[in-house]
């Protein structure tokens, strides 16, 4: 047994009683029945670019570094591309750019591995890793073996999944398979449109991945340089009468409720912005002053200097707006 730090961009301290690289199937499997069968918890670990994560983590922390990448072309313009659970989210992306492979554009740079990416179904710009997926490959805790889940049966929603609801961790994920090639350009979303808009009538996927790159680049700070876990809240849904409630006081836009459920989507950011919390500074954390979503450690806070801060801010929307914020990282550890 080995304790070690556990790696994330929030740059938080915090050590795992003992930590161990994974780097093939058998291995994960291996220790993962031993955890499970000396009843010491085990949590899986990609990138550590959606954790919150407080001083210590009990039992063993399983870094996943299983790696590979293959892309099949099985008709013109239709493509499986199987990555391992360690690849880099950005090598799929950038690998499907480089064969001209449509549907990725919008999901350039964002932070992480491949196996955390079914976990919250990650989106950004109007695309979500859902509408791509064909499969899933986990190491199933409960049933000791791996098993293969389709999209439906991930049961994919607004950054959820069944990976993210099962709260027992219990599959760990090795392996994703993506079908690619036949969606349209998604560019409706308003930035997205704006950032086209500067460059003429240009319309391929390299322009919209270049427009992406380039709005990521100027509202999110970089977590090579300052501790952030992206977006700290979800966008929330609200009923329309709660909508119109809102809209007396503020300007806010509105978009459909994903999955049909009724309500409507509203960005998180503006209700944080309205409420004045854009740029506020507690210790040692900060609400990023270009994207209110963000909290940032400016050096040396813990995981509960962060969700003090985000504890404040969910009670004052929740008692100005009367809407409930939902954290999306993962928080993980004890003190
Ligand atoms: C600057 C910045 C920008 C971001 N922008 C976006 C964005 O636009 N859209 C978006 O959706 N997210 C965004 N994120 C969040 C983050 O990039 C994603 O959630 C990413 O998928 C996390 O990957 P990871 O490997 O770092 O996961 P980790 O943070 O290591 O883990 C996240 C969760 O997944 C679980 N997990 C990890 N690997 C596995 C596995 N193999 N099997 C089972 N469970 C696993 C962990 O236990 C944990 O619960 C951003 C983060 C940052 C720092």
């Not at 929603?157 to 599959?171: N, Q």
């Not at 460059?199 to 340089?225: E, F, H, M, N, Y």
Request: glycine share 10%; aromatic share 6%; net charge neutral.
């Amino acid at each position: 047994m080995s304790s070690g730090r556990v790696p994330n961009t929030l740059r938080v301290d915090c050590v795992a009683d003992d930590i161990r690289l994974v780097r093939d199937e058998d291995d994960l499997a291996e220790q993962l029945v031993h955890a499970d069968t000396h009843e010491v918890p085990a949590t899986i670990i990609g990138g550590g670019s959606n954790l919150v994560l407080r001083t210590r983590l009990p039992g063993t922390a399983i870094l996943v570094r299983l790696r590979g990448v293959a892309f099949e072309r099985l008709a013109e313009a239709d493509w499986r591309v199987v990555a391992a659970a360690g690849e880099n989210w950005q090598t799929i992306v950038d690998g499907a750019l480089e064969r001209g492979i449509g549907g990725l554009e919008n999901l350039t740079l964002i932070p992480g591995s491949v196996g955390a990416a079914p976990v919250q179904n990650i989106g950004a710009y109007g695309r979500e890793l859902s509408e791509f997926v064909e499969s899933v490959t986990v190491f199933d805790r409960e049933r000791q073996c791996y098993s293969t889940l389709t999209g439906p049966e991930c049961a994919f929603g607004y950054r959820e999944s069944v990976f993210k609801r099962d709260a027992s961790h219990r599959h760990a994920i090795t392996r994703i398979a993506l079908r690619l090639g036949g969606a349209a350009l998604a560019t409706d979303y308003p930035d997205v449109a704006r950032e086209l808009a500067k460059r003429g009538r240009s319309r391929d996927r390299g322009t919209v991945a270049d427009a992406v790159a380039t709005i990521r680049r100027r509202k999110l700070p970089d977590p090579g340089r300052i501790g952030n876990v992206g977006s700290f809240f979800k966008n929330p849904v609200v009923a329309l009468a709660r909508l119109d409630d809102i809209r007396a006081r503020i300007d806010i836009d509105d978009y459909p409720a994903p999955g049909g459920t009724g309500g409507r989507k509203i960005p998180a950011a503006r209700l944080i912005d309205a409420a004045g919390w854009k740029g506020v500074r507690q210790d040692r954390v900060q609400v990023w002053p270009l994207q209110p979503l963000v909290l940032v450690n400016l050096g040396g806070a813990t995981g509960n200097e962060v969700l003090d801060l985000a504890a404040r801010i969910t009670d004052d929307v929740q008692r100005r707006y009367g809407v409930a914020l939902e954290l999306e990282p993962a928080v993980l550890g004890t003190d």
